[in-house]
Antibody, heavy 119, light 110 residues
Framework: QVQLQESGPGLVKPSQTLSLTCTVS??????????WSWIRQHPGKGLEWIGY???????YYNPSLKSRVTISVDTSKNQFSLKLSSVTAADTAVYYC???????????WGQGTLVTVSS | QSVLTQPPSASGTPGQRVTISCSGS????????VYWYQQLPGTAPKLLIY???QRPSGVPDRFSGSKSGTSASLAISGLRSEDEADYYC???????????FGGGTKLTVL
C-alpha cells in the first residue's frame, strides 16, 4: 500500500524559507489520478489545507497562503516538496503530506513532521 | 475560527452510542461531500468516512456518517476505549475554493 514520509529541517529561523519533502513509496506519483497534498496542524489546534500538486506539475494553493507557497514534484524520485517563504512563529506546526482524491479527501497521510519557527 | 463547527468535546461509556455533529453552510456541506478523520493521540489523521457515509476498507461498521442539508454527523456505536481520539469533519468550500476542516472534537471514553 502507498506510504508517505515527510523529511526536512525541524527548526527554521523567522523570515527564512521552510522546505519539506514527501517521499512516496508503494505507488508511483506518475501513475496519475491523485493529487499530492500538504496539510498543517498548529500545536493543539485544527487542520489547515496548504495546497496540492498533480503529477503533471499543476498546482493549487490555499488562497490564504498562496503568496508564500510553492509545491513542486520530482517524479524521478517519486517525491513532492513544499516551500513556504517568509515564515513567522505563526507557521510553527506539524506538517503532513497526504494523497488526495478528487481532490477533496486525504488518504493516506504521512506521519507528520514538526517545524518550529524560532531564532 | 473554523469554517465547519464541531463541539470541542464528547464523551461516552464503553458500549454506548455517541454522535459528533458538524455544522457548515450552503457553500461547503450543503453542496459537497463530507469527510471524517480520526486522529489518535500522537498520530496522523486517518480517513474514517468518505463521501458522507462510505467507510474505507478496514474501518469497522461501528462508525457511520450521515448528512442532512448543511450539517453532518458521525456516529460511533458500541464505543470502545480505543475510539478515544480527536475527530475532524471536512468538506470542499465552493466560496473559499479550499478544503475546510472542523475544529475537531475530542472524544473521551469514560
Amino acid at each position: 500500500q502507498v506510504q508517505l514520509q515527510e523529511s526536512g529541517p525541524g527548526l527554521v529561523k523567522p523570515s527564512q524559507t521552510l522546505s519539506l519533502t514527501c517521499t512516496v513509496s508503494g505507488g508511483s506519483i506518475s501513475s496519475g489520478g491523485y493529487y499530492w497534498s500538504w496539510i498543517r496542524q498548529h500545536p493543539g489546534k485544527g487542520l489547515e489545507w496548504i495546497g496540492y500538486i498533480y503529477y503533471s506539475g499543476s498546482t493549487y494553493y490555499n488562497p490564504s497562503l498562496k503568496s508564500r507557497v510553492t509545491i513542486s514534484v520530482d517524479t524521478s524520485k517519486n517525491q513532492f516538496s513544499l516551500k513556504l517563504s517568509s515564515v513567522t512563529a505563526a507557521d510553527t506546526a506539524v506538517y503532513y503530506c497526504a494523497r488526495a482524491t478528487n481532490p477533496d479527501w486525504f488518504d493516506p497521510w504521512g506521519q507528520g513532521t514538526l517545524v518550529t519557527v524560532s531564532s | 475560527q473554523s469554517v465547519l463547527t464541531q463541539p470541542p468535546s464528547a464523551s461516552g461509556t464503553p458500549g454506548q452510542r455517541v454522535t459528533i455533529s458538524c455544522s457548515g453552510s450552503s457553500s461547503n456541506i450543503g453542496s459537497n461531500y463530507v469527510y471524517w478523520y480520526q486522529q489518535l493521540p500522537g498520530t496522523a489523521p486517518k480517513l474514517l468516512i468518505y463521501r458522507n457515509n462510505q467507510r474505507p476498507s478496514g474501518v469497522p461498521d461501528r462508525f457511520s456518517g450521515s448528512k442532512s442539508g448543511t450539517s453532518a454527523s458521525l456516529a460511533i456505536s458500541g464505543l470502545r476505549s480505543e475510539d478515544e481520539a480527536d475527530y475532524y469533519c471536512a468538506a470542499w468550500d465552493d466560496s473559499l475554493s479550499v478544503v475546510v476542516f472542523g475544529g475537531g472534537t475530542k472524544l473521551t471514553v469514560l
